[in-house]
């Protein structure tokens, strides 16, 4: 996937000049989120099923635009398919493992808060209160790359298992 | 000093040292070896481990691009002392991160090649793809020296030659002590027979130690040496028994002769005065009454005469004969051409006739009475004997043989019969009829005598009515003689 992107990234670097920046960070955020599912392990009752898909999840406006169909498409994590599936309301929402919370969702994210524990799903935002408000990974820029802020609580509350390969790179929230 | 001469004490240490050496080296070498292929490839393995510890512990720093994470755990091959060079690479091939931080940049490849651990040139080089669930996120390489071999081998190395070198003094050590067990006996022995034969003393025995094949030498040899006492004896006893037989028998002999020259000497003095008589008287009445006397009777008186002369001769022969034994031989220098011309001279009258042909006669020493008896004797029988030819012809000659002087008085006359070649020298024995050819039979004796006592020899080589040659040798000292 990266092999594919990055070929793209710099043709269109080339050839849009007024390229706008955002879109950048939001290619190597849907990367992530693919990543992320390589790092976490979600219960049995997730993924009941070898071949029961992964589904990733985008709350709200599309930031990403076409790239994270061009990663997640074909791809599969320990033979669950990866889908992508996009909501525009909390209540459309029925299995999704990753779910990336717009800055406008917020609010429906912190109402949902117990079903998203109970149906073990892993919340990632990028707004600067994401973790207080119940988020379990947030994703900020510092020093020109992307790092990682990820609550511990949360995620045992979801039953999700992260990596502590992943958890080395974050900074840990454990309140 | 070849291989049979070393001493069997250096012989045996040698061969124990040898074996145990030759043993032990291709043991150490066999385990050096086996060590040297398992530990590279433990060596491989272990590196091959880290690798792949390292790379799984840098999938998420990879995939979620933290080069501060990839940095840490690539610090952790600061523990392995012999990892020179690692680097992570992303799937586009670019190099990550790299450890360690002082590195420059030409020592990581640009790119890396398919997977694997190997040894190439002097390094061990490790190509590890970083994996996490299937996934492809980047490769690993690492380099690491041999470090750890050459040292393993070193290590090995003091070990081994330690190992050998104590193993060497043990086996000196313990090979010394007991090859006195083989070496003493036997060198013992050695002494023992040297000692023998040094003193001849056959009454000295060697020691004998145990039961093996040395003692049954040693055994063999006393015996031996029992047997060439006993032998000795013997021999001794034997040797003084014939020592004394031997003077026995030569006095035995001694008086014989001395009796029996003393006797014939006598005897020829006793017959000669009645001879002497005979002869006188006879001559007497022929001067005085032979006017007086017949024919007949005169005739008689002659042959009275001729045989009492004839006797005379007898006598005188065996007189000389008697007295060559009692006499020294002197040994002067001979000049043997002016005594064969003295002989010449003396028997002129008879040798008118007959053609002599003197050839080089050779200077010798001995007694010059005696060999003028022997060269008379020797000429006057060739004169004799050839008479009868039409052209009597005698030779007188010598040649040199064998570091002697041979000297030859040839003729041409009647010769001999070879068949009795053993009465040739004998005392009175005649080959010829006394009607044919005069003579007393004591000549040819007497030439014997005295080339035997001059340790000469005397042959002859004869053919009946061709004539005879008689030799006779005598030392050769030309050189003294001038």
Redesign the interface.
């Known amino acids: 996937m990266y092999r594919e992107v990055l070929p793209l990234l710099l043709a269109s670097a080339f050839f849009c000049s007024a390229q706008n920046p955002i879109s950048k960070e939001y290619q190597v955020k849907a990367a992530f989120l693919f990543n992320f599912t390589q790092f976490v392990e979600w219960p049995q009752n997730a993924l009941l099923n070898d071949d029961t898909p992964l589904v990733v999840g985008v709350l709200g406006e599309n930031p990403f635009g076409s790239y994270l169909e061009e990663i997640i498409n074909n791809e599969t994590v320990e033979s669950h398919p990866l889908t992508i599936q996009y909501y525009s309301e909390v209540s459309a929402i029925e299995n999704c493992h990753i779910l990336f919370v717009g800055a406008d969702k917020m609010e429906e994210m912190e109402l949902m808060s117990d079903s998203f524990k109970s149906k073990n799903v892993l919340t990632v935002g990028d707004t600067d209160d994401f973790i207080y408000r119940g988020g379990v990974i947030r994703l900020f820029i510092e020093k020109g790359k992307i790092q990682l802020q990820i609550n511990i609580k949360a995620a045992k509350a979801s039953e999700l298992k992260i990596s502590s390969k992943l958890l080395r790179l974050a900074q840990i929230e454990k309140s | 000093m070849g291989l049979a001469d070393i001493p069997i004490k250096r012989k045996l240490l040698r061969a124990i040292l040898l074996t145990s050496g030759a043993v032990l080296l291709i043991t150490c070498s066999a385990f050096f070896t086996y060590e040297l292929v398992t530990f590279r490839q433990s060596t491989l393995s272990q590196l091959s481990i880290i690798g792949e510890i390292i790379a799984d ?1 840098s ?3 990879l ?4 080069t501060s ?1 990839a940095l840490e755990v690539l610090a952790s091959l600061k523990a392995h002392p012999h990892i020179e060079a690692a680097g992570i690479y ?3 091939g670019e190099l990550f991160a790299y450890y360690p931080q002082e590195l420059k940049g030409s020592n990581l490849p640009d790119s890396v090649g398919r997977g694997g651990y190997r040894f190439i040139d002097s390094y061990l080089i490790g190509i590890q793809p970083i994996i ?4 492809r996120l980047g490769t690993l390489f690492l380099r690491s020296n041999t470090g750890a071999i050459t040292e393993r081998l070193k290590l090995y190395g003091y070990i081994v030659l330690i190992v050998i070198l104590v193993s060497v003094l043990v086996a000196f050590i313990l090979s010394r002590k007991m090859q006195g067990a083989i070496t003493k006996p036997i060198g013992e022995l050695a002494n023992t027979a040297r000692a023998i034969s040094d003193r001849k003393d056959y009454t000295v025995r060697a020691t004998k130690f145990g039961n093996d094949e040395v003692g049954e030498l040693t055994t063999a040899f006393n015996q031996m040496l029992d047997e060439i006492q006993v032998q000795n004896k013997a021999i001794k006893s034997f040797n003084s028994d014939l020592e004394d037989r031997i003077e026995e028998r030569t006095s035995e002999m001694e008086m014989a002769n001395k009796e029996l020259e003393a006797f014939t000497y006598s005897v020829s003095h006793d017959l000669r005065a009645p001879l002497r008589s005979v002869i006188g008287y006879s001559m007497i009445v022929l001067e005085d009454y032979s006017n007086k006397l017949e024919d007949e009777a005169v005739q008689y008186l002659n042959i009275i005469i001729s045989n009492a002369k004839r006797m005379g001769q007898l006598i005188d022969d065996l007189l000389a004969f008697s007295k060559i034994g009692k006499r020294e031989v002197s040994k002067i220098p001979l000049n043997m051409e002016m005594i064969t011309t003295e002989v010449l001279e003396e028997i002129k009258d008879v040798s008118k006739q007959v053609d002599i042909n003197i050839n080089e006669m050779l200077k010798t020493k001995g007694d010059k009475s005696m060999i003028k008896q022997v060269m008379t004797n020797l000429v006057s029988n060739a004169l004799k004997y050839s008479m009868k030819e039409k052209e009597p012809k005698i030779e007188v000659g010598s040649y040199h043989l064998n570091g002697d002087n041979i000297y030859y008085v040839k003729d041409n006359g009647v010769g001999f019969d070879m068949q009795y070649y053993d009465k040739l020298f004998g005392v009175f024995e005649r080959l010829h009829n006394h009607g044919d050819f005069e003579g007393t039979g004591v000549g040819l004796a007497l030439v014997h005598r005295i080339i035997t006592k001059h340790e000469g020899r005397v042959w002859a080589e004869a053919e009946v009515n061709n004539g005879a040659t008689f030799y006779f040798s005598l030392p050769s000292n030309s050189k003294e003689i001038e």
């Open positions: 512990n999938t998420a720093a995939a979620f691009n933290s994470d992303d799937n586009e996490n669930k299937g996934n």
